[in-house]
């Protein structure tokens, strides 16, 4: 059977671009993107790219669904729709691929989490939604150059295999999520955490919390 793609899809992915302005997971011009994948064809709707007649300087809210791209896992085109997806594009394809269970990525260029980011630093665990919500610390990727596979690869170690947020060094974050509403909350939650963080130390000495001292074992989830 053909696989087709889902205007729908087009139409959800765009529908977060005021979102991902307003939320302030982005200063502006094309810093960051994101994307969705659908489990039952496997294609990746994803931002595109500026092009001399596309200037999304003004703010995100400009993307529509006719300018979102489509690809398959291997990042070939499917919906000839005239724009490119973002340069971040193998970024995207590599996390897919290491991830199975994730259907949504938000790269997000934010103010505390590019903190951390700059420095090179871990976000600690402090919090216990960070525990539950991110998987723990959020670990700082090593540094790799703007849509190269270097910079793919090394977000992927930096996930592993249950982190849900990692930081990419001098850059900013990628947040993942079973969708796209998922991924969203999750990068507030992110952002949350590195401004908690931040203060904790002017205020004082961070207290970290162990992964396997947050909830009451009498608790069923």
């Excluded at 899809?9 to 810093?31: C, I, N, V």
């Excluded at 039952?40 to 994803?46: A, D, L, R, S």
């Excluded at 079973?178 to 908690?196: I, M, P, Q, R, S």
């Amino acid at each position: 059977m053909e696989k087709k793609v889902r205007w729908e899809f087009k139409h959800l992915t765009a529908s977060y671009a005021k979102q991902f302005f307003e939320r302030k997971l982005t200063p502006g011009m094309d810093s960051g993107d994101w994307s969705m994948r659908d489990a039952e064809t496997g294609y990746i709707y994803v931002c595109p790219r500026p092009n001399a007649k596309f200037d999304i300087r003004p703010n995100w809210s400009v993307i529509k669904a006719e300018h979102i791209c489509v690809c398959d896992p291997d990042g070939n085109l499917v919906d000839d729709n005239g724009f490119l997806p973002t340069v971040e594009l193998p970024m995207h394809l590599a996390i897919y691929k290491a991830r199975p269970e994730i259907h949504a990525i938000v790269h997000s260029h934010p103010l505390y989490s590019s903190a951390f980011a700059a420095t090179g630093e871990d976000i600690p665990v402090l919090l216990a939604e960070q525990a539950l919500f991110l998987g723990g610390d959020v670990k700082c990727a090593e540094y790799g150059l703007v849509g190269s596979q270097t910079l793919a690869d090394n977000i992927v170690a930096a996930l592993g295999k249950d982190h849900r947020a990692a930081l990419l060094r001098n850059h900013g974050a990628v947040i993942l999520g079973k969708d796209l509403e998922e991924a969203f909350v999750l990068a507030d939650f992110l952002e949350h955490g590195a401004y908690v963080a931040i203060l904790s130390k002017i205020v004082g000495k961070p207290i970290e919390i162990s992964m396997d001292n947050i909830l009451d074992p009498s608790l069923v989830l």
